[in-house]
């Protein structure tokens, strides 16, 4: 074998030992397998909802309880979805919490006092500060039984 045809077989084969090490490399994504999967949470639930409890929980109008992130309040009496609010709890300025403030009729920041309407629309921005809110997701709800859940979407 001559020197320039040692050389281009060498370079071939360092070709091929790249080429297969980067295709195995890459043929693994990294959202494949189930460590990868969403955390379903306690019992196997859906994370994508929140739950709570009409037995013990918003009996009265203007009542509020949050849970898994969600802002329930009740507005009206009777226990359809149409009696319920549910939004975000954490605000979108910079993460204060959301209160429901039925005399107002309005969802308040307590950080910066940003006020929201009961369709997520702003109704105020933030005070004495700077940066803007935007409106707050308002989720869907249902009823079964006892239980108010939210879809987070
Ligand atoms: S955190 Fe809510 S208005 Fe600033």
Same mark, same amino acid.
């Given at each position: 074998?001559?020197? =320039?045809? #040692? %050389?281009?077989?060498? &370079? *071939?084969?360092? $070709? *091929? ?7 195995? @490399? ?16 306690? @019992? &196997?639930?859906?994370? /994508?909802? $929140?739950?709570? =409890? *009409?037995? !013990? =929980?918003?009996? $009265? ?9 969600? *802002? #329930? #309040?009740? %507005?009206?009496?009777? /226990?359809?979805?149409?009696? #319920? ?21 309005? %969802? ?37 039984? !006892?239980?108010?859940? $939210?879809? %987070?979407?």
């Amino acid at each position: 074998m001559e020197r =320039d045809e #040692f %050389i281009k077989s060498l &370079g *071939l084969g360092l $070709a *091929l030992v790249c080429t297969g090490s980067c295709l195995s @490399g890459c043929g693994k994504s990294s959202n494949d397998g189930p460590e990868d999967k969403p955390d379903p949470g306690p @019992g &196997g639930g859906n994370t /994508n909802t $929140a739950t709570i =409890d *009409l037995s !013990t =929980d918003l009996k $009265a109008i203007g009542d509020q309880a949050k849970a898994n992130g969600v *802002l #329930f #309040f009740r %507005i009206a009496a009777g /226990n359809t979805a149409a009696s #319920f609010v549910a939004t975000e709890s954490i605000c979108p300025h910079q993460g204060g919490n959301l209160v429901w403030k039925q005399a107002d009729n309005r %969802i308040q920041c307590q950080l910066h006092f940003s006020e929201y309407a009961t369709n997520g629309s702003v109704l105020q921005g933030p005070q004495g500060t700077t940066g803007n809110t935007r409106t707050l997701k308002i989720y869907s709800t249902s009823i079964s039984g !006892t239980k108010l859940t $939210a879809t %987070i979407a």
